[in-house]
């Protein structure tokens, strides 16, 4: 009878924990691989927890760390361009692959203009980049344009995907583009393939308010959905089949034509499934099936 009752207690004990660690796993999702807020007062992988290090694609200009007393009153990355389409990128901790279908790659961030965005159809440009195994290291030195075609910086050949806001009050094109890397700077260049067409209605950013962005990258079986968008609106929902890019290892943040100051805080990369998961999600199935197999077998 004892012996039994300590079996009974302890196939529950396993089943339960199964069960919590089955709930934690569906409940969580994924995971955040990236949560930078620049409180840390630099723009290296530094104190912050799941901070990265950030890199100017570009020899002019400058992109440092700064308290916003305006509207975000926090530190911020702040991006002071001096040339067109030039870009700031961020080096991921880690490759993360989309090897099953619903897996997905999501950056989300905030930002603002220091000053009224200019009339811009390309207006403020953020991606999800692979490095192609030239990962950036520093600050680009070795020339003053990026979009010249002799000047090789480490960005210059990434591939991935963007999303393309219009600022301002002119005409209104927010796209979608896949770069395949190799012409001018990331975010930037006739390496590029637009996915669906342009939108036309949903808001431009017009103003010197805070504002967020998104962009998520999601495997489907014929090949991956990106979805992107302005203050929690959805500008697209979109999927493309042709080249398709699952892994990723960068994300990137580019002024396109306008030239003016842009303040970024609280990016976010969140990848799903994290990869750690699976090993707690198979241990719970393993014990919720030890627990039926052992109730069965009384
Ligand atoms: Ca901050
Ligand atoms: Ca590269
Ligand atoms: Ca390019």
Known sequence: MMAFRLDFVRRWSIAALGIAALSWCSVAGGSFIVIDGFDDGG????????DIAWYRTVNTGSLDVFYDSGAMNSNVLRFTPNLTFVAAVGVLPTTFSL???????????????LSTPGSQTSGLRWGIYNDASTPATADDTSSADPNSLAYNHASKNDFGYYFNLSTGTGSTAHQLWRESGGTGSITAGTDRFQIGGNETTLPKVANTAVHSGFLRITKTAAGVNLKAGVDNTTYFDQETTSTVYTSFNGIAFGNAANNQVIYFDNVRVEAVPEPGMLLPALLALAGLVYYAVGRKSR
């Open 43 to 50: 723009r290296t992988n530094g104190a912050d927890p799941l």
């Open 99 to 113: 090897d099953n279908v619903g897996d997905y790659i999501e950056l989300s961030f905030d930002f603002r203009y």
